[in-house]
T-cell receptor, first 113, second 114 residues
Framework: AQSVTQLGSHVSVSEGALVLLRCNYS??????LFWYVQYPNQGLQLLLK??????LVKGINGFEAEFKKSETSFHLTKPSAHMSDAAEYFC???????????FGTGTSLTVIP | DAGVIQSPRHEVTEMGQEVTLRCKPI?????LFWYRQTMMRGLELLIY????????DSGMPEDRFSAKMPNASFSTLKIQPSEPRDSAVYFC????????????FGPGTRLTVL
């Protein structure tokens, strides 16, 4: 069975500050891991994904995440927050088929000017 | 390129009525997914299709829910009869085989059942 835990349903950061959104997963097999972003009244957009290979993954809009197997974590970071980063962020894990997705409950990011 | 298209964007109906949600996946995508998003349960996978064939419908909550994909460019999710607890945002997503996990989501249909 697979599951995802996102610590902190709401995160606030100042503009220009580091963004850190936490995600821990549980999986009985090597997982695929993803971060999606959802802007108000829109669908989810893929930020980045880890399947195999390099554990530090770079995505769109300056975001990156590091797969740490020993910690079963896949935290999302961005060095400097921008106002346009305000959105809901979802971590997800899937099996190797890429079809059975399990999403976390989401983290709402607020950027303070 | 056009993304995943869903209609309607908003639907308000009364309990007991039939509701039909529609989805047009991205051309060339051979997987289609239906999700439901609520505050209480987050994002849940309801059903997915591969090459128009339903593969896994274990997430469909009740027999009141049904989904079809008559061709590669169209899918429907039907609720009959609808209940207030069905109120949610329903997302359709599609992807192409071989690009694991890169699902492309539509804008969603916000359903309100009174």
């Amino acid at each position: 069975a697979q599951s995802v835990t996102q610590l902190g349903s709401h995160v606030s950061v100042s503009e220009g500050a580091l963004v850190l959104l936490r995600c821990n997963y549980s999986s009985s097999v090597p997982p695929y891991l993803f971060w999606y972003v959802q802007y108000p009244n829109q669908g989810l957009q893929l930020l980045l994904k880890y399947t195999t290979g390099a554990t530090l993954v770079k995505g769109i809009n300056g975001f990156e995440a590091e797969f740490k197997k020993s910690e079963t974590s896949f935290h999302l970071t961005k060095p400097s927050a921008h106002m346009s980063d305000a959105a809901e962020y979802f971590c997800a894990v899937s099996d190797r088929s890429g079809n059975q997705f399990y999403f976390g409950t989401g983290t709402s990011l607020t950027v303070i000017p | 390129d056009a993304g995943v298209i869903q209609s309607p964007r908003h639907e308000v109906t009364e309990m007991g009525q039939e509701v039909t949600l529609r989805c047009k996946p991205i051309s060339g995508h051979d997987y289609l997914f239906w999700y439901r998003q609520t505050m209480m349960r987050g994002l849940e996978l309801l059903i997915y299709f591969n090459n128009n064939v339903p593969i896994d419908d274990s997430g469909m909550p009740e027999d009141r829910f049904s989904a079809k994909m008559p061709n590669a460019s169209f899918s429907t999710l039907k609720i009959q009869p609808s209940e207030p607890r069905d109120s949610a945002v329903y997302f359709c997503a599609s992807r192409i085989a071989g690009r694991h996990g890169e699902q492309f989501f539509g804008p969603g249909t916000r359903l309100t059942v009174l």
